[in-house]
């Protein structure tokens, strides 16, 4: 995963996308979009970040954001605590990504300037081509999940192992 990450950063690299709004785009709810990623990324994302002793619930941003109801319009599983979710990615911090070595595919892509808009789908795409292939070579289930609910999945799978397992294979909530 490592490696396919490498490559993605590089070609995206040689193509010089222009990022204008800082970080807008990674509070989802204010940027208006949403990011997807694969089982294969979040699996990686957990052996990253999500280990035991490191605690996204402690992330300074969720403390910082205001909390919105579920009747708010979200209409997927949450990543805060019940009845609340911060808006945007857990992972920005002061506007600053804080999860650069496992950020998905989607966030090493996305550009929002009007000059990458033309290369980014077939790019996008085929890269996620790649994950996939790695997915299935691993055996590990298709899975292509909104991020917020997939480390809702991740962190139900910490605390309850066999039932949150059981999500991140088949992608479902497990409420
Ligand atoms: S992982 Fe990083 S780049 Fe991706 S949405 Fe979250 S803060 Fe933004």
Not at 105 to 116: E, K, N, V, W
Not at 118 to 125: A, D, K, L, T
Not at 135 to 158: K, M, N, T
Request: aromatic letters at 14%; one cysteine or more; a negative charge.
């Amino acid at each position: 995963m490592a490696d396919l990450y490498c490559r993605v950063d590089a070609d995206v690299a040689g193509r010089q996308g222009v990022c204008k709004a800082s970080g807008r785009c990674c509070r989802f709810e204010e940027y208006g979009h949403r990011l997807y990623v694969t089982h294969a990324e979040l699996i990686y994302f957990y052996a990253t970040y999500l280990q035991p002793g490191i605690n996204p619930a402690n992330n300074d941003h969720e403390a910082d954001t205001a909390a919105l109801p579920r009747t708010a319009g979200f209409p997927l599983p949450l990543y805060k605590g019940d009845g609340e979710f911060a808006p945007g990615c857990p992972w920005q911090v002061q506007g600053m990504c804080t999860a650069r070595d496992a950020r998905p595919l989607g966030c090493r892509i996305y550009f929002c300037d009007a000059d990458s808009r033309g290369w980014q789908g077939p790019v996008y795409e085929y890269w996620h081509q790649q994950f996939t292939a790695i997915q299935a070579r691993f055996g590990i289930d298709y899975g292509y999940v909104e991020w917020r609910h997939g480390l809702s999945l991740l962190r139900r799978a910490l605390a309850d192992p066999i039932a949150g397992q059981a999500g991140v294979a088949t992608g479902r909530d497990q409420e």
